[in-house]
C-alpha cells in the first residue's frame, strides 16, 4: 500500500525509519560497547594482558567498517532490510560463541570477528536508509538515528555490569544476544530505504512536487577531493576514538575509582554522545554540516587535553560526557556531508567506502593503548596520540571547509 501523493497530518514514514535504524544501532554498538565491563573478568578468566584484550575489540571495530564498504553496496543491490537482518543474526551469534569460549582466541572468534561481521553488514544500511527521506533536515534524521548509538551505550554498559554480577561474563553475552536479536529482527523488518516505492519523495512532498535527488556515481565520487578529505578525516580522528571505549574503566580504576562508580562514569560517555548526535544534528542544518563537522574534530582536541590531566571521579565525568557528545556529533554529521556532497540516491555505497577509512586506526588505536599500558603502566602516552591525531583532523577539516562552501544548499 502506498503512501499518499501529498503530505498529510499523521506520521511521515521517514520518521519510522529513522526510529528502526536508532533501534538498530542501539542493540549493535550499546552491546559491543559494553565490552569495556567485560575486560576484568576476561583477565580473571583467561589470565591475559589489557593489550591481549584490547585486540579482540580492536578486530572487531576495524571489521565494522571494512565490511561496511560491502555492507553498503549489497544493501543498494539487495536491500537495505535483508542486509540488516543477516548483520542482526550473525551479532547474536557472536555474542552467543563468545559465552562459551574456553581459550582466548574462542573470544577472538565471536567478539572480534562475529561482532565485526555483523555491525559491518548492519551499520552502513542502517545509517544509509534514512539519507533518501530527508533533506532540509537530513542532519537533524541522522542525529537521531545514530543516537541510538550513544543510547545503547548509556543504557548497556550498567545492563552487562548487572548480568556479569548477578550470573558471570557467560551469561551476560547470552543476555546481550537475546536483547540484540529480539529488538534487532523486529526493527530491521520496518526499514525501507526507498520513498519513491510509497509515492513520496524527501521531506514528505509528493514525487511530482519535488525535485529528484541527485546521485553521484561512486567512480566520480572517487576522483573528488571532498571524498578524500573526508576520508583522511575520518581516518586520522579514527585512530583515537575506540581508546576510551576500551580503557576508560581501566583507567578510572588505576586512579582509584571504585568499579561501580567507573561504570557509571562510562555511561555518561553514551549519555553525551546521544545528546550530541540528537541536538548537533538539527544545529548543523542551520550553521551548515561541513562546519559542524570541523567543530566535533576541534573540540575533540580539547576534551583530549583535558583527559590528560583527569585524576579525579569529577574530572572523569566531565571528559566522559565531552568526550561522546563531540564524538557523537562528528559520527552524526559524516554521512549526512557525504549525502551533502554526492547527492543521497546510493549513497550507501559511498558511505560504506568512507568507513573503510575507519578500520586502521580502530584497529591500531585500543591495541597500542593497551600495549603501551602493559610497557609502562599509564595511559600518558596514548592520550598524547589522541591529542595529537585529532589537531591534524582538525587542520583536515578546515581545508574541506574551504573547499566546499555552500556545497550543502545544492543536495
Known amino acids: 500500500m502506498n503512501l499518499p501523493a501529498s503530505p498529510r497530518p499523521g506520521i511521515f514514514f521517514g520518521w519510522i525509519v529513522v526510529a528502526s535504524s536508532f533501534t538498530i544501532l ?118 537521531i538515528a545514530v543516537s541510538g548509538i550513544g543510547v545503547g551505550t548509556l543504557a548497556a554498559a550498567p545492563f552487562a555490569a548487572w548480568l556479569i554480577h548477578i550470573a558471570g561474563w557467560r551469561f551476560a553475552y547470552v543476555g546481550l544476544a537475546g536483547v540484540v536479536l529480539l529488538l534487532g529482527i523486529i526493527a530491521a523488518l520496518l526499514i525501507d530505504a526507498a520513498p519513491h516505492k510509497r509515492g513520496i519523495a524527501a521531506d514528505g512532498l509528493a514525487t511530482a512536487d519535488h525535485t529528484p535527488q541527485r546521485a553521484t556515481p561512486l567512480p566520480v565520487a572517487l576522483r573528488s577531493r571532498a571524498f578524500w578529505l573526508l576520508y583522511a578525516i575520518n581516518a586520522t580522528l579514527s585512530a583515537g576514538l575506540l581508546i576510551p571505549f576500551v580503557h576508560f574503566v581501566p583507567y578510572a580504576q588505576d586512579i582509584g575509582v571504585g568499579r561501580a562508580l567507573a561504570v557509571s562514569l562510562f555511561s555518561l560517555l553514551g549519555l553525551g554522545s546521544a545528546l550530541g548526535r540528537f541536538f548537533i544534528g538539527g544545529i548543523a542544518d542551520r550553521i551548515g554540516r561541513t562546519t559542524a563537522l570541523g567543530a566535533m574534530c576541534a573540540g575533540l582536541v580539547l576534551v583530549y587535553a583535558w583527559w590528560l590531566f583527569s585524576v579525579t571521579a569529577w574530572q572523569l565525568a566531565v571528559f566522559a560526557a565531552l568526550f561522546g557528545s563531540f564524538y557523537g556529533g562528528f559520527v552524526a554529521l559524516l554521512p549526512a556531508a557525504a549525502a551533502d556532497h554526492f547527492g543521497a540516491r546510493n549513497v550507501t555505497g559511498i558511505i560504506g567506502l568512507l568507513y573503510t577509512s575507519v578500520a586502521p586506526g580502530f584497529l591500531i588505536g585500543p591495541t597500542l593503548a593497551g600495549l603501551a599500558f602493559d610497557r609502562w603502566q599509564s595511559y600518558t602516552a596514548p592520550i598524547i596520540g589522541c591529542l595529537l591525531v585529532s589537531i591534524l583532523a582538525t587542520a583536515l577539516a578546515m581545508v574541506l571547509h574551504r573547499q566546499s562552501k555552500g556545497a550543502q544548499t545544492h543536495a
Do not use: K
Open 26 to 143: 542501539f542493540v549493535a554498538f550499546g552491546s559491543s560497547y559494553a565490552f569495556t565491563t567485560f575486560i576484568e573478568p576476561l583477565q580473571a578468566e583467561f589470565g591475559a594482558s589489557r593489550g591481549a584484550l584490547s585486540l579482540a575489540f580492536a578486530i572487531a571495530g576495524a571489521l565494522y567498517f571494512i565490511v561496511g564498504a560491502f555492507g553498503g553496496p549489497l544493501a543498494d543491490r539487495f536491500g537495505h532490510r535483508w542486509v540488516i537482518l543477516l548483520g542482526i543474526i550473525i551479532l547474536g551469534s557472536g555474542y552467543l560463541v563468545a559465552a562459551t569460549a574456553g581459550q582466548l582466541w574462542q573470544v577472538y572468534l565471536g567478539y572480534g570477528l562475529g561482532i565485526g561481521l555483523g555491525i559491518g553488514l548492519l551499520y552502513t544500511p542502517a545509517v544509509g536508509a534514512v539519507q533518501p527521506w530527508f533533506i532540509r533536515r537530513r542532519g537533524m534524521a541522522t542525529g
